[in-house]
């Protein structure tokens, strides 16, 4: 094929392509361990309006791509970005994470309001817009939503949790509620992502961070079920958008997301073994991940070695190199140049 036409190495691996050395991104690439981000997000009173800025939300995609030209920008928002263009109360405290208004009651539900979600949240797709305009032309855009169940999890606890024991507790003591919620949010979104594909994302991501607190038989009605729900939707609108599923901590239940949630790429958590993911799961999807984010702050040999064991695990798999979660604020960002290095470097 042309020059001009291959696929950028992110694409190539998602449609299923052992691209040697595999394409590179990290999850939560931009952030606080960046400088020039701490300087930019001084700029913004709240995170939300921040996330909705889409000047600052832009510049804030693009500042590790300037630094680190890594395979992929991911659109600089959160996944909680849509409960609150729902109308559900969200606000971020410094030091202390997301607190949401607690749902419990249907009234609450009622309250949600989808058309003014598109409307509220239209700012992601002018993000997505100016972020496309100005990425180098082998860096592919993945923008990306929380995935139902996490969302509603959120939701339902007010916030984050070890245990997300009072959203489990509506899950199973209230089923038609909280299934009511998982429709809205399965339908908000297909809708949100599809602004973000129409706008110019070239993959789109689904962050299921809380899938490993379900039961099996839950983990498949809320997380299975619902993401093969939102795949279809999105691929009979989009079908050249490719799609990664991050069923954080699913054990497992992994098997059975690979095969059944109808995504390209399965996003792997640092506990999963690399070898075993690369023999167990299909080769119809390709695999994300999935370094420990610690051995990214420690660096050195450390580094090498956890990295080294990663890239000889994945064989002949198609692989998009990543951490097993997000960069951590404390985290040098000379070390992500080092990894980038070595992964580049490697074989
Ligand atoms: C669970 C979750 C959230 N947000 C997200 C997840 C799924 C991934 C995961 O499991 O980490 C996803 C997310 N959040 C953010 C991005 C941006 C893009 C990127 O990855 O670079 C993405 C993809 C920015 C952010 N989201 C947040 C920040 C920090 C806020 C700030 O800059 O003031 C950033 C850069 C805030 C946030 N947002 C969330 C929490 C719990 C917090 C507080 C804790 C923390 O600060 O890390 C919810």
């Given at each position: 094929?042309?020059?001009?036409?291959?696929?950028?190495?992110?694409?190539?691996?998602?449609?299923?392509?052992?691209?040697?050395?595999?394409?590179?991104?990290l999850m939560r690439q931009a952030g606080r361990y960046l400088p020039e981000y701490r300087a930019l997000r001084a700029r913004a009173p709240d995170f939300l309006g921040?996330?909705?800025?889409?000047?600052?939300?832009?510049?804030?995609?693009?500042?590790?791509?300037?630094?680190?030209?890594?395979?992929?920008?991911?659109?600089?928002?959160?996944?909680?970005?849509?409960?609150?263009?729902?109308?559900?109360?969200?606000?971020?405290?410094?030091?202390?994470?997301?607190?949401?208004?607690?749902?419990?009651?249907?009234?609450?539900?009622?309250?949600?309001?989808?058309?003014?979600?598109?409307?509220?949240?239209a700012p992601v797709s002018e993000t997505v817009r100016q972020v496309r305009a100005a990425l180098p032309p082998e860096v592919a855009l993945i923008g990306f939503a929380?995935?139902?169940?996490?969302?509603?999890?959120?939701?339902?606890?007010?916030?984050?949790?070890?245990?997300?024991?009072?959203?489990?507790?509506?899950?199973?003591?209230?089923?038609?509620?909280?299934?009511?919620?998982?429709?809205?949010?399965?339908?908000?979104?297909?809708?949100?992502?599809?602004?973000?594909?129409?706008?110019?994302?070239?993959?789109?991501?689904?962050?299921?961070?809380?899938?490993?607190?379900?039961?099996?038989?839950?983990?498949?009605?809320?997380?299975?079920?619902?993401?093969?729900?939102?795949?279809?939707?999105?691929?009979?609108?989009?079908?050249?958008?490719?799609?990664?599923?991050?069923?954080?901590?699913?054990?497992?239940?992994?098997?059975?997301?690979?095969?059944?949630?109808?995504?390209?790429?399965?996003?792997?958590?640092?506990?999963?073994?690399?070898?075993?993911?690369?023999?167990?799961?299909?080769?119809?999807?390709?695999?994300?991940?999935?370094?420990?984010?610690?051995?990214?702050?420690?660096?050195?040999?450390?580094?090498r070695e956890e990295t080294e064991a990663l890239l000889e695990a994945i064989g002949d798999r198609a692989w998009i190199f990543n951490l097993g979660h997000g960069v951590?604020?404390?985290?040098?960002?000379?070390?992500?140049?080092?990894?980038?290095?070595?992964?580049?470097?490697?074989?």
């Amino acid at each position: 094929m042309d020059g001009a036409m291959r696929l950028k190495p992110l694409l190539a691996a998602l449609a299923g392509e052992p691209v040697r050395p595999p394409p590179l991104w990290l999850m939560r690439q931009a952030g606080r361990y960046l400088p020039e981000y701490r300087a930019l997000r001084a700029r913004a009173p709240d995170f939300l309006g921040f996330c909705l800025s889409p000047e600052l939300a832009a510049e804030a995609t693009l500042q590790p791509v300037r630094r680190f030209r890594p395979d992929a920008a991911i659109l600089f928002a959160d996944i909680l970005v849509l409960p609150h263009a729902l109308g559900h109360p969200v606000r971020f405290e410094a030091g202390e994470g997301p607190v949401l208004e607690r749902l419990a009651t249907r009234a609450q539900l009622d309250r949600l309001d989808a058309a003014r979600a598109l409307e509220v949240a239209a700012p992601v797709s002018e993000t997505v817009r100016q972020v496309r305009a100005a990425l180098p032309p082998e860096v592919a855009l993945i923008g990306f939503a929380g995935a139902p169940f996490t969302v509603a999890a959120y939701m339902a606890e007010g916030g984050g949790s070890r245990d997300f024991a009072h959203a489990k507790r509506l899950m199973y003591g209230d089923p038609a509620l909280f299934e009511a919620l998982m429709d809205r949010l399965v339908e908000a979104t297909i809708a949100y992502l599809s602004a973000q594909a129409e706008a110019g994302a070239e993959a789109l991501m689904l962050f299921d961070s809380w899938a490993g607190v379900l039961s099996p038989a839950m983990f498949d009605r809320h997380v299975i079920v619902p993401t093969a729900r939102i795949a279809a939707a999105l691929k009979a609108r989009f079908p050249q958008v490719r799609l990664i599923g991050f069923p954080r901590q699913a054990g497992g239940s992994l098997v059975a997301y690979a095969e059944g949630a109808g995504v390209d790429a399965v996003g792997l958590d640092t506990a999963v073994p690399p070898a075993w993911a690369a023999r167990a799961l299909p080769r119809t999807v390709t695999l994300q991940g999935n370094l420990d984010p610690l051995a990214l702050v420690a660096g050195g040999e450390a580094l090498r070695e956890e990295t080294e064991a990663l890239l000889e695990a994945i064989g002949d798999r198609a692989w998009i190199f990543n951490l097993g979660h997000g960069v951590v604020p404390e985290t040098p960002p000379e070390h992500v140049a080092e990894l980038i290095a070595l992964v580049r470097g490697h074989g």
